[in-house]
């Protein structure tokens, strides 16, 4: 115990800080925090929700839309189209269970899809557009959802990727939440929300499954072109990676071959905010209210690394939000007003879990040659054990002892590890590829972009086949969100390439 005859003016009774944080006498007044109040009246309306749900037998988080109904739109500058999507869509559904490379298994699932255009005679004009992290299905309007779509002025008659000639397909990936099966879907072995009992996936798991899909419902032997930006920039060459004769060209935006540490770090930090939310309950929140202060969070840290600091600055500048107002530590620069209304925007929009999964399954993306082996040696090992019967649950297993952080150095040279993706891209390195860089873009940083052409071209026999475009800083400054704001600069060499 600390002595008050060494410390005597160490604590002062009159200036003990009550239960709400008020002292009882001080010399200034105590900061306001109408954020935080916001924060706590949100989490009221939720359990009040909850509770009025579990009277009428109902189940989900729909209804807690509703605590975000005031959030209508994002002013002052170009912001995504994309919004929650619960119909309008159509769903294949395989009763085959499908192994991942990770070792887990789901017993069946389901993808949701949306299409535009016609499909040929011949089966040959399918493009399969692949979706960031976030995005659902809904890439344009359509005649079942009139809403617009995450890319709507990028897809139609005579557009960039113009359903005139092409035969448009755009799923929900696998472990999403808009349609397609995911951690907030039902695990027919119980019939309750899989959680995070669902199996950790790849994003070569995603493409695996759109594959039954474009083959068991389409009947298409051979994509046109396998089409994506950010995860969907990912997608569109592990599609190639893993069915390279059933792929005519590919077009990676805003992507990379490989998930590198600045990414990664990214993520996490988002992965860790949301987590830390009491109510995440280690992902079973179906059943409570939802972890809406992680999610609001994450997403605002996400927010960050979509967009540039140019952009922000001639669009915020050092600008408050009301001079008239004291400093506060609640949103007070409008660019923390504009994090703040996109973290609420998003907040019950998407599931928790899906950020989780999905945002893991970009970080461990790596198609050179040594992952894919070991995915492939555990895929292969979860299936055996699934037919063989030997083990019912060849997912995860805890740990005997507890883990340990082992700080280390990376035991794999830069000069191994390209080489090694060299290794691993020699596979599709004969394609058509088009890669699209953003010099703006600090979530995938556009040397990732050059680093897959670059890569294509040491290993193509054909190395005019891989063409490589890029928008400077005095084209764009979106930074990561080019790809869904700057269509203009995007489009065209898209357009060519799959034309030519």
Not at 50 to 74: F, M, P, T, W
């Amino acid at each position: 115990m600390i002595s008050s005859r060494l410390f005597p003016r160490l604590v002062r009774p009159s200036l003990l800080v009550s239960f709400r944080g008020v002292a009882t006498q001080s010399s200034n007044p105590q900061l306001k925090f109408p954020c935080l109040e916001h924060l706590e009246r949100k989490t009221q309306q939720l359990e009040k929700s909850h509770l009025e749900r579990k009277a009428q037998g109902a189940q989900g988080v729909d209804a807690d839309a509703e605590a975000c109904s005031d959030i209508n739109s994002l002013e002052g500058g170009p912001e995504p189209a994309y919004s929650k999507v619960v119909t309008g869509f159509e769903l294949y559904s395989s009763n085959k269970p499908i192994f991942f490379d990770n070792g887990g298994h789901l017993p069946e699932y389901q993808i949701a899809y949306e299409t535009w255009g016609t499909l040929s005679s011949a089966k040959d004009n399918m493009v399969l557009v692949h979706t960031g992290l976030s995005a659902s299905s809904h890439a344009k309007s359509q005649p079942k959802n009139e809403k617009s779509g995450w890319w709507e002025n990028f897809i139609g008659p005579g557009r960039y990727i113009d359903t005139d000639k092409y035969f448009v397909v755009c799923t929900n990936v696998l472990g999403g939440c808009y349609g397609s099966t995911g951690p907030s879907s039902m695990d027919p072995a119980d019939n309750k929300h899989y959680g995070t009992r669902f199996p950790i996936i790849t994003v070569n798991d995603m493409v695996r499954a759109q594959r039954e899909l474009v083959r068991d419902v389409f009947g298409v032997e051979k994509l046109h072109a396998s089409v994506g930006a950010s995860m969907g920039g990912m997608q569109s060459l592990a599609y190639a990676w893993e069915f390279p004769d059933e792929v005519d060209r590919i077009v990676s935006i805003s992507g990379c071959a490989r998930s590198h540490p600045y990414s990664i770090a990214l993520r996490h930090t988002q992965r860790q905010v949301l987590m830390s939310d009491p109510n995440w309950n280690r992902g079973f929140y179906y059943d409570g209210v939802p972890p809406h202060i992680g999610m609001k969070l994450a997403r605002e840290i996400a927010t960050v690394t979509y967009r540039s600091g140019p952009e922000w600055e001639s669009r915020f500048g050092r600008i408050r939000a009301d001079e008239s107002k004291p400093v506060a530590f609640c949103p007070d620069f409008l660019v923390e007003t504009y994090l703040d209304h996109a973290g609420e925007k998003f907040c019950l929009e998407y599931d928790a879990n899906s950020l989780l999964y999905i945002s893991k399954a970009m970080d461990m993306f790596d198609l050179g040659r040594v992952s894919r082996e070991k995915a492939l040696e555990k895929r292969q090992a979860a299936q055996n054990a699934f037919y063989d019967k030997k083990n019912e649950n060849v997912s995860e297993t805890v740990p005997s002892e507890p883990y340990q952080e082992q700080i280390r150095n990376s035991t794999v040279t830069p000069e191994e590890a390209l080489s090694d993706l060299k290794e691993g891209m020699r596979k599709i390195s004969d394609k058509r590829v088009l890669v699209v860089g953003v010099e703006s873009d600090i979530l995938f940083p556009v040397w990732q972009q050059r680093e897959i052409a670059e890569v294509l071209k040491a290993t193509s026999s054909s190395p005019d086949h891989i063409s490589y475009f890029e928008l400077g800083t005095d084209v764009s400054n979106y930074g990561h969100d080019t790809f869904l704001l700057s269509l203009d600069h995007i489009g065209p060499p898209v357009k060519d390439f799959l034309g030519n």
